[in-house]
């Protein structure tokens, strides 16, 4: 584009704005088009009549200028470049150390193996997300603490596997076996413990862990321990959504404590999927020791000490032999003698035995043979062992409970009782009804929750409930609702019939490893009951999108 210049038409004097005190010059301010179809722009002229030098010094104070910028561009360039050196040597060392740790265990040299980047990763993980958890579980407190224990030990015994296992040679799956029975005995404490707690205020929480723990067996598995984990986490769905269901708008560290277990279960899949993929991962260099499960072990072992004493001496075969028959021998020995002497006494040898008098003759006495029976006293055998066969049949009976405790209502080891109301009751309130038996509970007003665990032929009836009514390890219970009830849950239970109002029809009816169970829906006029089965049978098929679809089936 063509530049058109203009002169100025008329020059602006300012003598203020002179350059130098000692010359004429003067700066004039002009518009000039530098295109025809645009706005004019500014020019500045400088006159100068007395031919002062200002292109020398406008060149001088431009040639500064420049340099002080290309000076601090230089210092700039020059710390970027030394930021950038300083984190390549830092990495080059990180995967040295990194690479020596591993071959360094590879060429059987063991001291290196906390270094390894597997251990160091699973350090991370416990030492991070796990530690965050912990700490949670400890404010919450009470059996969450107790429990999230027993899983820190099981935590502190997988890591010394991995350790031992980095440090050894794959053993013998006999060898294995005998380790993992041991390691299960540390996840079968978790799970009992929940078994021993059913009546905590926490039992959600204990069974959301119980029923993921099982993850920390990965160990075990192959070739996709990951997917295992991920399984496992999955397992614990049910309970953690009760969990975040009762504490959502109650306690926010309940909410926190969920997401931060699930956390660590997701964390231990991907480190499981990156260090383990297949597998757990051995030492297969030709210098790697065995495996030796008597090093895993919870707790370090005295460094100083005596030897322990050693185990008495083991007789030989011969030696048993011989001892086994000397003393049978000096028993028959023994006993013959004894027959010998008393068929030495000849006729007085009966003098012992007693008398049977006319009254406990059975040919006198037709009473005896009717009744078959044998007078009292005559008999201490039979006597003795009928004693021991009627305390051995005789079941415990653990005392009767019906009492409010701390916002709960307690109904333990009734029997045959067909009289038992709560009243009073207010929203806080829970119900927990354990190992009743042929009874009959009433629960009148709106409460909160209502379990049935491990109860035979029991009846439940209530007016509403806020959350859920659930059954655990039951047979033949029943349940009707006078009002609303959100969720009926239905677990390891053999007969269930629920019987549900004209305002409860919107309820969910979860099902789970249980059989026989029936819900009763009620006509328009409420005054007959339609019987619907749950389905106990289903049939899972993958899909076009290779994806599992089940249905509920009656025949497959």
Partial sequence: MSRIYHPPSKQVHHPANTISSSSNASVSINKVNLNPTTAASTKIYV??????PLDDKRSESADSKMSAELVDRMEKLVTRMEKATSKLENFSSESVGAKSATESIQNGSHDNTEELPSIIAFDELINSKFSSFKDLSNKIGGDVKTIVDLVENAFKLERKFLVEAARSVQPSQDALMKFLQQYSKSIEEVQSFRGKNRSSAFFNHLSAISESIGALGWIAVSPTPAPYVKEMSDAAQFYTNRVLKDYKEKDANHVQWVKQWLQVLSELQAYVKQHHTTGVTWNSSKKSMQFDASKIVLGSAPSGGCAPPPPPPVMSLEELLADDSKSKSSTNKANTDALFAELSKGSDITKSLKKVTDDQKTHKNPNLRAGNTVPSGTNSLTNSSSSLQSKSTTVIQKPPVFELADKKWKIENQLNRNDLVIEDTDLKQTVYIYQCKECTITVKGKINSIIVDSCNRVGLLFDDVLSTVEFINSKSVQMQVLGKVPTVSIEKTDGCQVYLSRNSLNSEIVTSKSSSMNVLI??????????????EQFKTIINSSR??????????
Wanted: negative net charge; proline residues 17%.
């Fill in 47 to 52: 006159n100068n009549p007395s031919n002062a």
């Fill in 522 to 535: 009620p006509n328009e006029n409420d005054d007959e009951f339609s019987e619907y089965p749950v389905p």
């Fill in 547 to 556: 994806k599992l679809t089940t249905q509920p089936t009656e025949s497959v």
